[in-house]
């Protein structure tokens, strides 16, 4: 029976680690929590130091993302759980891939259940060869699957967004503004790159450095003084010129679906 999983927590953003550590605290007793990691570079340096059972995975972080983690986890035996602003219904049709995964924000009781199948598949010592493949066939799953909303940290906790409600987003420094279909803004610390990688980009594209749209609110676009878009709130948006290529093969294609 075993007595304590040894685990450690990968996350950037502060609120998350520090509010599932605790979660683990006071409702996950077996869990031993040898580490905190805000990089995947971090983590690394943990799995070399520690005997680590398990790896609570953020997937969206700058520099390297959580998968980039994902070979040292099969090489040190390390079980998997993704923290992810994925919405759980895409992901329920991926879950076989990977352990587990933990929508933000993180409920008790799921969390309870996740820790308890960790228990399970560690006592049963399941480092089978096709966990690795399992766990990297997760990514590009994911890819194609249909994301219908995103977690927004806003300070004290995650604000749940309907994808279908965001209009665009802008740069601001480091912070990206999610402009809403209600005209709500939202301002959140992280820059503009980590959603680009995270919307579908099907219907999201990056038409400059500082812009994201969504293609479902756009009305129009010209290049009377250079090429511009018009958003249907009436916002008008550049499109940079080395995307302006990029920016015309996605409307070709979105025209076509």
Do not use: W
Not at 166 to 183: M, P, Q, T, W
Not at 238 to 251: G, N, P, Y
Request: glycine residues 4%; charged residues 25%.
């Amino acid at each position: 029976m075993t007595n304590t999983i040894n685990a450690i927590i990968v996350d950037d953003e502060e609120f998350a680690r520090s509010s599932l550590y605790f979660l683990l605290q006071e409702n996950c007793k077996v869990v031993h929590i040898t580490g905190i990691a805000k990089s995947v570079a971090e983590a690394k340096v943990l799995l070399q130091k520690h005997k680590v059972d398990l790896i609570f995975l953020d997937i969206a972080m700058p520099g390297e993302n959580g998968f980039e983690l994902i070979s040292s986890a099969e090489q040190y035996k390390a079980h998997v759980v993704f923290t992810t602003a994925y919405d759980q219904y895409a992901l329920k049709a991926i879950k076989a891939n990977a352990l587990d995964y933990l929508l933000k924000p993180i409920d008790i009781d799921e969390l309870k259940e996740t820790v308890d199948k960790a228990v399970k598949f560690i006592e049963l010592n399941n480092h089978d060869s096709s966990s690795g493949d399992r766990l990297l066939n997760f990514k590009s799953d994911l890819d194609h699957k249909s994301v219908r909303k995103i977690s927004l940290p806003n300070g004290q906790g995650y604000t749940l967004i309907d994808l279908d409600n965001i209009v665009h987003i802008e740069a601001d420094s480091n912070y990206s503004v999610f402009h809403l279909h209600d005209g709500e803004k939202i301002t959140v610390s992280k820059v503009l790159k980590e959603y680009e990688e995270i919307l579908p980009v099907k219907q999201f594209v990056r038409v400059h450095k500082s812009s994201i749209v969504n293609l479902n609110y756009l009305q129009e676009y010209n290049s009377r003084n250079g090429l511009e878009l018009t958003l249907k709130n009436g916002q008008r948006i550049a499109v940079s010129r080395r995307r302006a290529s990029d920016f015309l093969e996605r409307i070709r294609n979105y025209t076509q679906l």
